[in-house]
């Protein structure tokens, strides 16, 4: 019977999906949430009432989250990518081209064939479009590195790009022959963010001023001349002789302040240095209130109908 009930439920609520282009908040999330309450109720009388008022709590509690921006275009993006196989542009902007150029320029000004570079910067802020570009005309291959456990050591390999949004705060980067920082302001992040839809759902729960300021410091420590890139948020250093040894001056600048430094990792001494406390991981940077109100008030709703059923 419960299996039926939650089958017409999937059924309802894909058949309102596809009618409204996926739950078109601006139409009015109430007028959804009352359609879709009536046709749960209409399919569960039969059996039990009090099934179809839990079930209408689960869907607005649903709707609810729905409606933050972020999950929204997070929702859109799987979308997209399901009906076309990406879940966004694959093309790099002429500008970015044109940055890539740039950078070319100036490593072959140096004479440097660089054999791995190192892109940082926030989530959205276009480190992957970068990085792919930059890829291309040096002949190398594009790493994100997304996916991978950034609280560990990694192991880099020659003739890549690697890319992501805490690397220089968390790897050593003596390896790199170059690091370019995306420095661009928080916003115009958040709404490249909004725009792409993948990963849209940070834009709710994301601290991106802490995160932009840990990823500024740890780039600020980093031995080396900054490059500006003309026309663009990007800032590159090429490795000196001696070494990037972002460690070695962070620890200096913590233990002239007379911080201890001894076992912590470099994320959470640059976070020590950045922000006054020891924190380290992705999810340092997160906060998951805004969703919670949602969930609470949909779970007591969805108790409150079993309670009314056990009467």
Known sequence: MYIGIVLRVVKTAASIVLESRVFNIQRGVDNLSKKLFRK??????????????????????GIALYSKSGLHATVESLLQEISTGNSESQDSPAEVDSWAR??????????????AIAIDGA???GKSTLAKALANRLDMKWISLDHVNMDSPLTFQVGNVYEHHRLIRTQNMDFFDAIIYIDEPVELSKSKVLRRMRGGYLL???DFETHKRVGEKAFSLANGEEIRINGSYLTMKIRPAEGFHTRENVEKELKGKGLETDRLSLEQLMFLASEKTIKSGFFSYIDVSPYMKEVISGSISAIAGLIGKAR
Do not use: C, H
């Not at 740039?102 to 004479?111: D, L, W």
């Open 40 to 61: 749960i109720n209409y399919g569960t009388s039969k059996k039990d009432l009090r099934y179809g008022k839990i079930l209408n709590s689960v869907m607005e509690t």
């Open 102 to 115: 740039q950078i070319a320029s100036i490593f072959q000004a140096a004479g440097l064939a660089p054999k």
């Open 123 to 125: 989530v959205g802020s």
């Open 204 to 206: 709710d729960i994301m």
